[in-house]
């Protein structure tokens, strides 16, 4: 799972960080500043009519006495938007709660350790919270700009890596160092009933594409992926250069030079990491809202993967398990199903006779016994689909295998097969699709 979605039985919480500008930033920090101190201001005042009276019931309606008279007291306190005065109560309720439980935890006997709901540093007080998405915030388009606004606060740009699913619930602003952050808390979209398997389409790893689709559509690596392979090829070289040093006796400068080289992999596979991970959830939301009902893709070795000393390959295969798991979590609670099959000969196979023969580096598979010429990569998506419907119809006990036959956009299988390369510029250019990835 991403650090940047978390759990929380049936909700999640989705964190995109956010740019404020210098104004915006001294409006969040004035409301981080004025929440504290409200809430301070309230245990203050729970505290006083608890050291009066240790038996003194101090409910919600308690509560919002205090706040009333706090607001009263300091009208500071107006300028926090309502909803957000609203959490400071919540916290110092759940801390007050807390507290309770924890001394009848004790008086029962259990080994925990009670203390009064404490007071708040600015430094421990660094979020304030928008409880309801009922306009207090909304996520507008600025033509390519994604744009958070907050009442009262204004407009700031957020990085929005990925979609909410579910319903928004409560939006906290936090501060982390000199970053701000915009945390939103969605409740969980139900798996739906399982959908009919009309459409389904077979994804390959392709070799110069990212993946490649059985019914012909390609989409291209990113640009920046075949820099960062480039880059990482380098400093892994370096690295090995390097290391080779330590069974030698090495030098300080020489083990110095090393870490450096290291710490450098380090950031640029981060880097690609990050990068390929929006990418990912781009497009994989992008394939489940497409059309199709299910999707057929290679299982991978993990064994292989850590074997394999090629870097581009390690990164592709790294990033590729990452896709599959994105890309199985969407279409899952869609109803779809992500079925992964026995890659084995996918591309030495002819998708068209099933013939096998050992193919090197073309990028074109022609085939001696039914002379099927066809991109490689399209040949061994479709040969991952056929796989997918095989164990299919004998897991349903049915009596024939069919091939199946893909139903693409291209006007006839046949064309799609003997020109490849051209069908691939004219869906590049018809969809815009391929550069946009
Ligand atoms: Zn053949």
Same mark, same amino acid.
């Given at each position: ?69 706090? %607001? ?48 708040? !540093? ?15 915030? !909304? ?66 790893? *392709? %070799? ?67 990068? !390929? ?10 394939? %489940? ?65 099933? *013939?096998?023969?050992?193919? *090197? ?46 139903? *693409? ?16 510029? !004219? ?11």
């Amino acid at each position: 799972m991403n650090a940047d979605i978390k759990n929380m039985g049936d909700m999640r919480a989705y964190k995109f960080r956010i740019y404020p500008d210098a104004k915006r930033q001294e409006e969040i920090d004035k409301r981080m500043v004025l929440a504290q101190q409200l809430y301070n201001k309230m245990l203050e005042k729970v505290k006083t009519e608890y050291t009066k009276d240790k038996n003194s019931k101090i409910n919600k309606s308690t509560l919002n006495r205090y706040m009333k008279d706090a %607001v009263s007291e300091n009208k500071e306190f107006l300028k926090l938007y309502s909803q957000t005065r609203q959490d400071v109560f919540i916290r110092l309720q759940k801390a007050y709660s807390n507290f309770f439980r924890r001394c009848r935890e004790k008086r029962e006997g259990k080994k925990v350790k009670v203390g009064f709901p404490r007071f708040k !540093s600015i430094e421990r007080y660094k979020s304030i919270t928008y409880p309801q998405d009922n306009g207090a915030f !909304s996520i507008e388009k600025e033509r390519k700009t994604n744009m958070l606004r907050v009442s009262c606060i204004g407009r700031m740009k957020i990085e929005l890596h990925r979609p909410i699913d579910g319903k928004t619930k409560t939006m906290t602003i936090k501060k982390e160092g000199k970053e701000y952050y915009a945390i939103f808390a969605a409740e969980q979209i139900i798996s739906l009933p399982k959908i009919e398997d009309t459409n389904p389409v077979g994804i390959d790893m *392709g %070799v110069n594409n990212f993946v490649v689709l059985s019914n012909g559509k390609m989409i291209q690596k990113p640009k920046f992926f075949k820099k960062r392979e480039k880059r990482i090829a380098k400093l892994q070289r370096i690295l090995a250069r390097r290391t080779k040093w330590e069974v030698q006796q090495i030098s300080k400068l020489q083990s110095k030079r090393r870490n450096k080289a290291k710490l450098h992999l380090q950031k640029e596979w981060n880097g690609v990491t990050n990068q !390929s991970n929006d990418f990912m959830q781009n497009l994989s939301t992008k394939l %489940v809202n497409t059309g199709y009902t299910s999707f057929a893709v290679e299982k991978l070795q993990i064994q292989n993967m850590v074997k394999n000393h090629n870097r581009a390959q390690s990164i592709q295969n790294a990033s590729w398990n990452r896709f599959i798991n994105m890309l199985s979590y969407k279409a899952e609670s869609a109803g779809m199903e992500v079925i992964r099959v026995n890659p084995q000969y996918t591309s030495m196979t002819c998708s068209n006779c099933g *013939g096998i023969k050992k193919i *090197g580096e073309e990028r074109t598979y022609i085939c001696d016994k039914c002379g099927l010429r066809m991109d490689r990569d399209i040949n061994a998506s479709i040969n991952i689909l056929n796989r997918a419907r095989e164990g299919h119809s004998r897991s349903h006990a049915q009596g024939d295998i069919r091939q199946y036959v893909p139903t *693409g956009d291209a006007s006839s299988v046949e064309e799609l097969r003997t020109y490849p390369e051209t069908f691939r510029e !004219s869906f590049i250019k018809a969809s815009g699709e391929a550069s946009d990835f």
